[in-house]
């Protein structure tokens, strides 16, 4: 069965600092996963999605992801934190045919001026 | 293009009552899926539709139930419900391949129920 662990509920970094958010996976086999992300009162939006086709995923607004198979990790990342980023982030599982997308538990991102 | 639309935006009930949540997917899309995010419990997974037909649901009691219109819409039903049903319900679209593992899933904005 497909899972997603995000190891931090809650991080918090200041304007123009590096952002790292964790999630580990696991599946019994190459997974299909994703990060999205959900600003207060809104609904959910598609970060970036990691397909097979290389390891290091880009995605909207200046995040990037890395698939690490040996470490069954895909952690998300960005250089400068902007205020703007303030959110929770989901690390998500496709439940393979089932169709269905599985959550992490999230991680709430704060932006200090 | 239009985005996933969900109505009504939010929505009161008592308990023991039925609410009815409707989705719109993106044009194009035959694949819709419902979520529940509930306070404390996270984003689970409720069913999913495709072509018409109901082709999986998560772990929640038959009393979640929904269907799928020839035109790709859908509607949640909650029957009976219960306080701890009060959460954001949110309704996703993808293409119709659901065999392609990396079909993302567009969301809409929610339907937020509260059950007094």
């Known amino acids: 069965a497909q899972s997603v662990t995000q190891l931090d509920s809650h991080v918090s970094v200041s304007e123009g600092t590096p952002v790292l958010l964790r999630c580990n996976y696991s599946s019994s086999y190459s997974p299909s996963l994703f990060w999205y992300v959900q600003h207060p009162n809104k609904g959910l939006q598609l970060l970036l999605k990691?397909?097979?086709?290389?390891?290091l995923v880009k995605g909207i607004n200046g995040f990037e992801a890395e698939f690490k198979k040996s470490e069954t990790s895909f952690h998300l990342t960005k250089p400068s934190a902007h205020m703007s980023d303030a959110a929770e982030y989901f690390c998500v599982v496709r439940g393979g045919s089932q169709g269905n997308l599985i959550f992490g538990k999230g991680t709430k991102l704060s932006v200090k001026p | 293009e239009a985005g996933v639309t969900q109505s009504p935006t939010h929505l009161i009930k008592t308990r023991g009552q039925q609410a009815t949540l409707r989705c719109s997917p993106i044009s194009g899309h035959t694949s819709v899926y419902w979520y529940q995010q509930a306070l404390g419990l996270g984003l689970q997974f409720l069913l999913w539709?495709?072509?018409?037909?109901?082709?999986n649901r998560g772990n929640f009691p038959p009393r979640f139930s929904g269907r799928q219109f020839p035109n790709y819409s859908s509607e949640l039903n909650v029957n009976a419900l219960e306080l701890e049903d009060s959460a954001l319900y949110l309704c996703?679209?993808?293409?119709?391949?659901?065999?392609?593992?990396?079909?993302?899933?567009?969301f809409g904005p929610g339907t937020r129920l509260t059950v007094l």
């Open positions: 996703a679209s993808s293409s119709s391949d659901y065999t392609s593992s990396y079909n993302e899933q567009f």
């Open positions: 990691y397909t097979s086709a290389a390891t």
């Open positions: 539709y495709d072509e018409g037909e109901e082709r």
